[in-house]
């Protein structure tokens, strides 16, 4: 039997493979669904900590690009050895690639410091249904996120949606917005938590009630045993 590290580094790299075979116009129209989503939160929040999407990651250039025209102040990281930095951006054009082919910002003399209302986007290759994460393994954002003074939101494809195995520093954000699409030739994988839930998980406008796999699409195609 794995233990818990090595159970994680398999499943990124099963996980990193499938965002690579996601047909382009399947996360396309995810990511403006999920994006959807965000705006009311965008709309509370007084500054908007991010991460600056790669191709395999949910897109954050539409909730960027939405900050700037709203006037609201967009953070984003640089990579330390053992840290995120975030600095204020005003545009695309103030980034240029960084660490691990990530962009990152290219002023960095002020760094930008996250008040009760800041709201950070958190990345993930997959998380539960309580906002546990399992992220590229280097624990930036459990750092990150164990001094964070607002708001944590994990973005996830439905598909991505699944127990994580999680060790004891691992955080947990406040909330996740995922997008269900009701169409079962887009996502055939069950929820692994459908059923198990927490009770009292934070949801978010939007998201409606937890359907069964058996309510969303029928009996006859239900592919795992909690039908």
Request: hydrophobic share 35%; with cysteine; proline share 6%.
């Amino acid at each position: 039997q794995m233990n818990i590290p090595d159970e994680k580094k398999a499943l990124r790299r099963e996980l990193i493979q499938r965002r690579r075979n996601m047909p382009d116009d399947v996360k396309s129209a995810a990511d403006s669904r999920i994006f959807d989503r965000l705006i009311p939160l965008l709309e509370k929040c007084s500054s908007v900590f991010t991460y600056v999407s790669t191709e395999i990651e949910v897109d954050t250039r539409q909730l960027m690009k939405w900050c700037f025209e709203h006037g609201k102040t967009v953070a984003v990281p640089v990579s330390g050895d053992s840290e995120l930095t975030f600095y204020p951006i005003r545009s695309f054009d103030e980034l240029s690639v960084g660490r691990f082919n990530i962009m990152e910002p290219v002023d960095r003399s002020v760094p930008a410091v996250p008040d009760s209302d800041s709201l950070c986007i958190v990345p993930a290759l997959c998380c539960d249904r309580g906002g546990l994460r399992l992220g590229y393994g280097r624990g930036y954002y459990d750092r990150f996120l164990a001094g964070f003074p607002g708001k944590s939101v994990v973005i996830c494809y439905s598909d991505f949606v699944m127990k994580v195995p999680a060790e004891p520093h691992d955080m947990r954000a406040d909330e996740i917005i995922r997008l269900r699409d009701h169409h079962p030739d887009l996502f055939r994988r069950a929820i692994a938590l459908e059923d198990n839930a927490r009770p009292n998980l934070k949801t978010v406008q939007g998201l409606g009630r937890n359907y069964s796999w058996k309510e969303r699409f029928g009996k006859e195609n239900c592919t795992h045993g909690n039908c």
